[in-house]
């Protein structure tokens, strides 16, 4: 175990936190699998992980993947229970016939668990704090991501249909107001269902296939480049049939400031 130092240094780090110190209580009464002490103390994946990691001298895992006490986390946690579950003899007065010494470390050891229970509960709130932060700054993230690659969506089928600027444009709208569009590369993106005086149609490629077996091949979009990087987006979309091979294009989307510049590269 090394020096006495360092026996001492682990179990205060064990005890300090609550968690840790509920694994050790579960792992008493049962061997448990990871699954079952996720369900048990209802936290992440990760920060289970990082409490057992801290926990390695005092747990074991055994080949049917169960963690089990080690003999010393066996008396930690006998230590723990002396500490927060002290016996009460009636009529009997706390520390009768113990030396004084004992007495003394044993005050100072139950006010260093109180030093770092308190230090812990300001550390938890700080860090409940941070990821309450960090789930809305990323919620955000998601939200304005997602319009974006819709605002994408929208300008590149409006170059393409209404400013007629898609090659083969004539092939893929004449006598057609009906546009089919896979959603190849962009399932998921919010798609506008007009264009213009243009219907857009989502269909996946299998539904594309279907349709051509059944009624014969016909043109339709469909993106092939998707690269969405805030500061420089490149994406392709081409006039295809299912049977047949279509023209393209390439389109460049820079941010200027606070607007796109787009163009055909």
Do not use: C
Not at 106 to 121: A, K, N, R
């Amino acid at each position: 175990m090394g020096s006495e130092e360092d026996t001492y240094n682990t179990i205060f780090h064990a005890l300090k936190h609550p968690i840790r110190r509920r694994i050790l209580r579960q792992l008493e009464s049962n061997p448990a699998t990871f699954t079952d002490l996720l369900d048990e103390l209802g936290i992440d994946n990760g920060l289970l992980n990082y409490h057992l990691n801290n926990l390695n001298e005092l747990i074991t895992k055994g080949s049917d993947e169960r963690y089990r006490l080690s003999e010393f986390g066996t008396a930690t946690l006998f230590l723990t229970r002396r500490v927060e579950e002290p016996v009460k003899k009636q009529n009997e007065a706390p520390f009768v016939g113990i030396p004084n010494h004992v007495k003394v470390i044993t005050v100072l050891f139950i006010i260093l668990v109180g030093v770092l229970g308190f230090m812990y509960i300001d550390l938890g709130n700080s860090y409940n704090v941070l990821e309450t932060k960090y789930e809305a700054v990323k919620q955000d993230h998601e939200r304005e991501r997602s319009r974006l690659e819709s605002s994408i969506v929208y300008e590149t089928l409006k170059m393409s249909l209404v400013d007629e600027q898609i090659p083969d444009h004539n092939l893929l709208t004449h006598d057609n107001r009906d546009i089919v569009l896979s959603t190849w590369l962009i399932e998921g993106i919010d798609v506008p269902i007009r264009i213009g005086g243009y219907r857009i149609t989502l269909m996946s490629p299998e539904e594309i296939e279907e349709k051509a077996e059944a009624e014969g091949d016909f043109q339709y979009l469909q993106f092939t480049r998707f690269d969405i990087n805030p500061n420089d987006i490149m994406v392709e979309i081409n006039t295809v049939g299912v049977f047949d091979a279509g023209g393209g294009m390439t389109i460049q989307f820079r941010l200027t400031g606070t607007i796109y510049q787009m163009w055909i590269a």
